[in-house]
């Protein structure tokens, strides 16, 4: 599986952007899509994801009800939508492939994009 991502940049507090990562290779119903950051000095995290298929979300709770993944078959693209930013949102975002698991296991991701910045001014 290759990732594109695309679409950061610096937005106010408040603000909206969405990021996009065109994805290719084989067999993508078999995985989950979704977004990693990290931030300036921190860990890299988790922030949300999909199904390929489309029927199961999974998102963070410092992003719940703000962060939406989901994607466009059509377009074989995954979308991060960012409404309400924060200052604390500020990172490098990057998005990621793994193999779906059964219901109730965690999404653990094998294949990377390159990243894109995000700058959230307050």
Do not use: H
């Amino acid at each position: 599986v290759q990732l594109q991502a695309s679409g950061g940049g610096l937005v106010q507090a408040g603000g909206s952007l969405r990021l996009s990562c065109v994805v290719s290779g084989r067999s993508l119903s078999k995985y989950v899509m979704g977004w990693t950051r990290q931030a300036p000095g921190k860990e890299r995290e988790f922030v949300a994801a999909v199904t390929w298929s489309g029927d199961i979300t999974y998102d963070t709770d410092s992003v719940k009800g703000r962060f939406s993944a989901s994607r466009d078959k059509a377009k074989n693209t995954l979308y991060l939508q960012m409404d309400r930013l924060k200052a604390e949102d500020t990172a490098v975002y990057y998005c990621a492939a793994g193999q779906r698991k059964p219901a109730g296991a965690p999404v653990e991701f094998e294949y990377w994009g390159q990243g894109t910045q995000v700058t959230v001014s307050s």
